[in-house]
């Protein structure tokens, strides 16, 4: 069974970069198919997809949030990470990382329906 779980700064000041990491088990993120996503819900709002990183190192990323964001990975540690620049205290939420091997449409990516897998979620909290 495959596991996620999110790891990071819970606190995080503005102008700041939020830098969190996905540690992955019981499966490889090179496992072909498969694409690896940060999302979050921000309190009292739903789903956000932010981005995604495929089996093969591809990366996407919503155009909202593009010009801020960066999905990296690390295959030795069977990791990938988010970081998210210049925060604001809207940026505070619950971030999730998530995985599913099948095709979808924009509108999929945001519904819990989609993944295969998802982490706990790490609570984030932009302020000074």
């Known amino acids: 069974q495959v596991q996620l779980q999110e790891s990071g700064p819970g606190l995080v000041k503005p102008s700041q970069t939020l830098s969190l990491t996905c540690t992955v088990s019981?499966?490889?993120?090179?496992?072909?198919?498969?694409?690896w996503s940060w999302i979050r819900q921000p309190p009292g709002k739903g789903l956000e997809w932010m981005g995604v990183i495929a089996y093969d190192g591809n990366t996407y990323y919503s155009p909202s949030l593009k010009s801020r964001t960066s999905i990296s990975r690390d295959t030795s540690k069977n990791q990938f990470s988010l970081q998210l620049s210049s925060v604001t205290p809207e940026d505070t939420a619950v971030y999730y990382c998530?995985?599913?091997?099948?095709?979808?449409?924009?509108?999929?990516?945001?519904?819990?329906?989609?993944?295969?897998?998802w982490g706990q979620g790490t609570q984030v909290t932009v302020s000074s």
């Open positions: 998530a995985a599913s091997s099948r095709s979808a449409s924009y509108s999929d990516l945001g519904t819990r329906e989609y993944y295969d897998y």
């Open positions: 019981g499966g490889s993120i090179t496992t072909s198919y498969y694409a």
